[in-house]
């Protein structure tokens, strides 16, 4: 299939080759074209603009930094939009604000272009080992079109619903291990604070209701003090960000996303944010010490 | 081995009775007579005062409400500590204050009394199926004499640390599940309101590092709005009171379990003291509803 690609950064570059190494043709642009220089040995065509990739492919898929450039590759001036052939499918994998995905979604179907969100977890790694958990939203026809892409892809792929659902879906996600490693962060800190083994209160909690993947994996990372990205805190600061719109626009309120939010604002300000999202055990130790 | 056990409500009922099925004799007190009706049947004896249980037993049970009562019942007028013969060991399996748990050893110790504190999780069912998780503090070799009959009421036992060390751990549980519940809470209501199938996130997001007991099992007890406790709102509302004094005493800062502690306030102020404490999710619904 002559597939599109653009966004060629930390997730999209290997996402781009699996799909290269399942013999599709790549039809590439980049805004940097330093991007491009790992393509060089897969079938792929380098083009001019957005539009031009359109032009050559019956599915396009972004994997950008948030809405506005979602928003200018799909409709803005040489977008995807201007040069698309009838029947064309757009595929954002990147994580951005589900009304924005509605709106993107809407202007592209009125004219005649099928949209897809499909978010992704798993990080870095997901995306070079192809495990990627992908939560797509859009009609199913058009979604069982696109299945076996994402199956290349991912090891979990799930239709959630209409267009934007992979996004609210995916901010259900970061609300889930953003507060989720707050809270290991905060019981890992009460506990060393209180001169309590670390390392036991985790075993023990492990055992009982209190088990989590994060308890497990990120919990064990902190007592090796090892704050290597993995999944960097100003990302995790700018989905939180998401999702504080999104209450903001429904009037929703959610307190532990919020003081979650906030830490990674202090993350972020301490010059933490291109550690691992659990550097908030350093921000909170940080903020409880005379050191 | 002569048994006293003091605090026989829900939880220390049935964990005194294991303790009689496995062939030790009982000595009880009981604030409401009431409580000691159901000790009809086993080799139990009944006294006036905690200090006469103590004259009769080696090793004492406490499973009370909070410090004070603990508190009362060891150190108070005709409490454990005055009748206590020499090397008795009083096991206070109650969530309290990890400090509070401190100074009482402290003051035991000087009369030559020793302590543990060994809190639980698992609630009402796992005191009766045996099946609790027992968190303690104290001396190794006090803690090694009692676990024979702490492997009688739970299936996991671990000597966290010294005396104390057993409540922080409890805490740092009641962090990570209070605040856990929370995330799970937010994120489905923000997925309700944003008419996506909940059903359909949680299963998508089990597959990823969003997993935990909670979302698979608490998850699926929103989904079918069994408010039923389980473990009640004003009772996480005490433990992260707890907490949060704690947090307080020593300078840390903890705005995740803060915001849930907060939260557990609304709950207990809504009415929604005696539903377990995943009603939060209704009184997220009730915050962001016109209805």
Redesign the interface.
């Known amino acids: 299939m002559n597939i599109g690609f653009i966004g060629l950064g930390l997730m999209g570059r290997p996402m781009a080759l699996h799909l290269a190494k399942a013999g599709h043709r790549l039809h590439l642009w980049a805004r940097r074209p330093a991007a491009l220089e790992a393509f060089a040995e897969v079938d792929a065509a380098l083009h001019a603009s957005p539009a031009e990739v359109a032009a050559h492919a019956e599915v396009v898929f972004t994997m950008v930094a948030d809405a506005p450039d979602v928003e200018a590759v799909a409709l803005g001036a040489e977008g995807l939009a201007s040069g698309a052939r009838p029947g064309l499918v757009l595929v954002d994998m990147s994580t951005i604000n ?1 009304n924005a995905a509605r709106q993107i979604g809407g202007q592209l179907a009125a004219r005649g272009i099928a949209f897809i969100d499909a978010p992704v ?2 990080g870095e790694t997901g995306a070079i080992n192809a495990s990627l ?1 992908i ?1 797509a939203g859009g009609e199913p026809e058009i979604f069982e079109r696109v299945r076996p892409l994402f199956e290349v892809l991912g090891k ?1 792929v ?1 239709l ?2 209409g267009v ?2 992979g996004q ?2 995916k ?3 970061q ?3 953003g ?2 490693v ?3 962060a ?6 060393a ?5 670390v390392s ?2 985790r ?3 492990l ?9 497990e ?1 990120h919990g064990q990372r902190m007592l090796d003090r090892n704050f290597k990205p993995g999944f960097k805190a100003w990302m995790h600061q700018k989905d939180l960000r998401i ?1 504080m719109e ?2 903001h626009r ?11 939010a ?2 990674f604002n202090a993350m972020v300000g301490s010059g933490m944010g291109e550690d691992d999202s659990i550097a908030a055990l350093k921000l ?1 130790e940080k ?2 010490s005379a050191e």
């Open positions: 589900p977890s798993g958990t939560m979990s799930t959630i619903g934007g659902a609210v879906a901010a259900c996600n609300i889930l291990t507060v989720g707050m809270a290991v905060e019981a890992f800190n009460f506990a604070r209180n001169e309590v083994d036991k209160v075993t023990a909690l055992g009982g209701f209190a088990a989590s993947r994060i308890l994996n999702v999104e209450a429904l009037g929703l309120m959610l307190p532990a996303s919020a003081a979650t906030q830490l909170l903020m409880s």
